[in-house]
């Protein structure tokens, strides 16, 4: 799933609060068990890999969506999760952000004594992909975070990402290691970030003679190609509007979780009953798990999951959160022991959701369902980061919920 693409990171403060961290810690790591499951850690690798993806996967984790915090918090979340089942999984997370990157050395190589593997070899790969992002990519990005993924059969990722200063934006590199041919000739699965305009890049694969001759770099600032590139430009906008959402596959989504007919069918698929607002959760989240790339072109659309811990597109519902939480951890526990209905119902629900999106073309009013996602949100234990600030509500936008259709 090699992928190429641009981004607007906007750059934003503060800290993910511990109740939305520890619930992203358990639906990160229930999430990657599922994938691992059913497809194995060489395709959890790629998705990672692949910006579009990632963005998705960070939002429907309850994080901003379009925030360039959903690195640092999901790759914070998916190490604290998943290493106390790194052996059984056979997947390691090593480095983070600040001082936990310059570790990444030291973790790798007490993992590879454990493992067998070239301890060194994957230090230097390591330190080859952090320095050809700060250094050979003249593009006003420093990093500052940097992740190395490994898998017990040697396959690695790499997410990192780095601060431009002057214009507080961010840009996230991606990389794996099943696409990597040469480190000095256009490695990368992804780089996200805005355009710069003309920018160094030694690592560019017409840049041989750049690479040859350092000495004329100062004239001579190859252009990094882009001519295959897809293009994520993620707004400054806090809101979610409708040029950020696939309105059909929304629309989707909310018809299996609210009409009748069709909730009652995603029930028997799933062998339980669940209420409409955990069922579009889980549909969503299903399709994190077993959707084609090409799915994931709007981020956006995966935040009408768990909400985002800024309220937008609306408070983290923590009831609903809790009970996707349950049947996901639920189904894995189950699978464990050869019970796999419910992870196969899981499956399923994807399916059935992109048949309902293909067969009914359904359409979902926007404004209509974010104004319903506030206005049952007290009732859901809606919660934003400003709950901990004096005077300040979780749900500030109260709204009828009777007003308008959801789809």
Not at 28 to 52: C, K, M, Q
Not at 159 to 165: A, F, R, S, T
Not at 305 to 317: E, I, Y
């Amino acid at each position: 799933m090699k992928r190429s693409g641009i981004a607007d990171l906007p750059l934003h403060g503060g800290r993910v609060p511990p109740w939305l961290a520890e619930r992203m810690t358990k639906l990160g790591s229930a999430i990657t068990e599922n994938i691992v499951h059913d497809y194995g850690t060489s395709a959890f690798l790629s998705r990672l890999s692949d910006p579009f993806w990632f963005q998705a996967f960070g939002a429907v984790m309850g994080m901003d969506w379009h925030s360039s915090g959903i690195t640092t918090s999901v790759m914070g979340a998916l190490k604290r999760g998943l290493a106390p089942k790194a052996n059984e999984l056979g997947l390691y997370i090593c480095g983070g952000r600040g001082r936990f990157s310059r570790n990444t050395p030291n973790e790798l190589r007490s993992i590879a004594e454990r493992r067998g593997f070239d301890g060194e070899a994957l230090v230097r790969t390591s330190r080859l992909t952090a320095r050809i992002d700060n250094n050979a990519i003249a593009d006003g990005f420093q990093i500052y975070l940097h992740s190395f993924v490994l898998t017990s059969q040697g396959e690695w990722a790499v997410v990192q990402q780095g601060l431009n200063e002057q214009n507080g934006l961010a840009r996230r590199y991606h990389w794996h290691s099943a696409t990597v041919r040469d480190f000095v000739a256009e490695p990368h699965t992804a780089i996200f970030g805005e355009n710069q305009g003309t920018i160094m890049n030694l690592v560019d694969a017409k840049a041989d003679r750049a690479q040859a001759a350092l000495l004329d770099i100062a004239n001579e600032r190859p252009e990094k190609t882009l001519s295959e590139a897809r293009h994520l430009r993620l707004p400054a906008h806090h809101e979610v509007r409708e040029k950020d959402i696939d309105l059909r596959r929304l629309g989707a989504v909310l018809a299996v979780a609210y009409e009748r007919g069709l909730q009652d069918f995603t029930e028997l698929l799933l062998l339980e009953k669940l209420g409409p607002r955990t069922l579009q959760s889980l549909a969503l989240v299903a399709e994190v798990v077993h959707g084609a790339p090409s799915r994931f072109n709007d981020p956006a659309r995966f935040a009408f999951a768990h909400g985002g811990k800024d309220g937008h597109p609306h408070p983290v519902p923590l009831k609903t959160y809790d009970e996707s939480l349950n049947f996901l951890r639920s189904s894995l526990d189950a699978a464990k022991v050869g019970q796999t209905e419910k992870l196969d119902g899981f499956r399923r629900l994807d399916r059935f959701v992109r048949s309902v999106e293909s067969q009914l073309k359904p359409h979902a009013d926007l404004v209509a369902l974010i104004r319903h996602e506030n206005a049952i949100s007290p009732s859901l234990n809606g919660r934003t980061v400003m709950d901990n600030k004096p005077g300040r509500r979780s749900n500030p936008r109260q709204a009828n919920p009777r007003q308008g259709s959801l789809f």
